[in-house]
């Protein structure tokens, strides 16, 4: 029998702030709030009069609530590498659980 390779965390995922570096002159700097391994889905969900379906994308991080220097926030920047194929988007929520942490995020389609 074939030994199956199916890793919980197959993909890969940066999560980045953009910090105001200099008031006056506007510059920007990136801070990278976390770069790994990770699990990229779609979420489908319906309105509750179930006219709406919105399709939202969650990271799967294999980070526990106390290992994050500085969690993720609503506005973060994430860029997903999914066999071969980047997405990128903006988080939206950040939740903890027993495996891990799962970020909900929008991603920008062109």
Known sequence: MAKVSNPRWSDSCRICRERLED???GKVERVEIYTGACRSYTRNQTSPTGEVITSTRVLSIPRTKNEWEEVPMTG?????TVGGHKTEGVVLDFVP???GTDV???YGRN
């Open 104 to 106: 909900t995020w929008r």
């Open 23 to 25: 008031a006056f002159s």
């Open 97 to 99: 659980n027993n495996f």
């Open 76 to 80: 973060d920047l994430v860029e997903a």
